[in-house]
T-cell receptor
């Protein structure tokens, strides 16, 4: 089945630093989604990307949909302590008919921000 | 304007018991999805339901697991005769159809 490979697995950074993480797949995705999960909570959608090459921002977050449609990256600028959490990339499985309901998730990048 | 409500938040069951996980979707949402998250893993799709119908259960284990979304009341994920390997966080999400799905806070099941 489809797999999404996220890197790095974990990151330890100082408050104020910029962060970059990415997600790759061996197969093409038509939608890329980036979620954040706080400890003990459910995932919250940060950014959705629908078009190859698309670059989208949400505050200090920026994500891009790779031209090959097999990768995506997420950048966080000027990190703050509340950025701590697990960041997941996700995309719809091919047999979901283009709907986003049946998502494949990566294993996540654990971000720790030292104040 | 409550979000997706899941209960209980934490559930402990002995091996062989039954676990019932409840999910009340957001107001106006008639589509519900269940995902399972094992420790240090991403979420894995289990089942997609609309009111009174199972649309896609391709991610559900063939035995012991069942899901329903009755006309009235919450969606229920039922696990019979639980085993240690069922220990995980179970998340429910809901939406109106092909729109953004919102996740609940999850139920953390521990089988002892």
């Amino acid at each position: 089945g489809q797999q999404l490979n996220q890197s790095p697995q974990s990151m330890f950074i100082q408050e104020g630093e910029d962060v970059s993480m990415n997600c790759t797949s061996s197969s093409i995705f038509n939608t890329w989604l980036w979620y954040k999960q706080d400890p003990g909570e459910g995932p919250v959608l940060l950014i959705a990307l629908y078009k190859a090459g698309e670059l989208t921002s949400n505050g200090r977050l920026t994500a891009q949909f790779g031209i090959t449609r097999k990768d995506s990256f997420l950048n966080i600028s000027a990190s703050i302590p509340s950025d701590v959490g697990i960041y997941f990339c996700a995309g719809p499985q091919p047999d979901s008919g283009g709907s986003n309901y049946k998502l494949t998730f990566g294993k996540g990048t654990l971000l720790t921000v030292n104040p | 304007n409550a979000g997706v409500m899941q209960n209980p938040r934490h559930l402990v069951r002995r091996r062989g018991q039954e676990a019932r996980l409840r999910c009340s979707p957001m107001k106006g949402h008639s589509h519900v999805y269940w995902y399972r998250q094992l420790p240090e893993e991403g979420l894995k799709f289990m089942v997609y339901l609309q009111k009174e119908n199972i649309i896609d259960e391709s991610g559900m284990p063939k035995e012991r697991f069942s899901a329903e979304f009755p006309k009235e009341g919450p969606s229920i994920l039922r696990i019979q005769q639980v085993v240690r390997g069922d220990s995980a966080a179970y998340f429910c999400a809901s939406n109106r159809g092909n729109t953004e799905a919102f996740f609940g806070q999850g139920t953390r099941l521990t089988v002892v």
